[in-house]
């Protein structure tokens, strides 16, 4: 979900959806934390967060560039990239905490269901689910107040650079009125972004922060979020 791509290539996109139960604890939520707020997911991929959030009463908004192709489509690709990821994860085993997935299979599981949920949500429910390509995004400023954004910014600092990050996370805040929550903090080898510190630093006029040890933890080092509070002008 990037200016990185000119055009949609779908077969360059792996849909892995994260599920709503690994939201609530990669974000450290609670139902009363959500109850009356708005929400973005973004990018939300295919993710059951909204889906199941909705059903449940609250007004959350998913944003990825992926939804402008079909759900069926998004479905096919979807389930082909599960079989392929779970397929290939017996060698590297070790690299994960198998904790909230206690095996492969319930992995598999989980993200089959996850995917499930959001297709059937998605094409009952377009409007829930708004194609943007970032760092711009069709909002209003402050619109929602609190936004999320999972596995994505930090994660791919090998092919989105500094400029990129700092412009994403100012479109973030843009749009949120009180807090933009990130996670995780780490690359796909579980090192800490080199891009944090600088973020951080480029950023205190406009915001304070704070980086959070989460109960979640699948890729190993991966447990921590990033809070960024909004300063209000005086």
């Known amino acids: 979900m ?19 139960e690994e939201y609530m604890e990669m974000f450290s939520l609670n139902e009363e934390l959500l109850n009356g707020k708005k929400i973005l997911d973004c990018p939300a991929g295919a993710c059951s967060f909204t889906a199941i959030a909705s059903e449940k009463g609250y007004d959350v908004t998913a944003c990825d ?19 392929h990821v779970i397929g290939s994860m017996n060698d590297v085993k070790d690299s994960y905490v198998w904790e909230f997935h206690k095996n492969l299979d319930q992995l598999n599981k989980h993200r089959k269901n996850a995917l499930l949920d959001f297709v059937e949500h998605f094409g009952k429910f377009p409007s829930k689910y708004v194609t943007a390509i970032l760092p711009q995004l069709p909002f209003q400023n402050e619109q929602f107040n609190i936004t999320l954004s999972a596995h994505f910014l930090f994660t791919y600092g090998d092919r989105l650079d500094y400029s990129f990050h700092i412009e994403t996370i100012k479109e973030l805040l843009r749009v949120t009125k009180n807090e933009v929550r990130i996670f995780p903090l780490v690359d796909l080898e579980g090192k800490r972004s080199p891009y944090i510190d600088q973020l951080l630093a480029e950023l205190k006029d406009l915001i304070d922060y704070e980086e959070v040890n989460v109960p979640y933890e699948f890729q190993k080092h991966a447990n921590t979020m990033l809070k960024l509070y909004k300063k209000r002008k005086s």
């Open 2 to 20: 990037s200016r990185v791509e000119n055009k949609l290539d779908l077969d360059r996109i792996v849909f892995i959806g994260r599920s709503y």
């Open 65 to 83: 560039l992926v939804y402008s192709i079909p759900a069926e489509q998004i479905k096919k690709k979807g389930l082909h990239d599960i079989h």
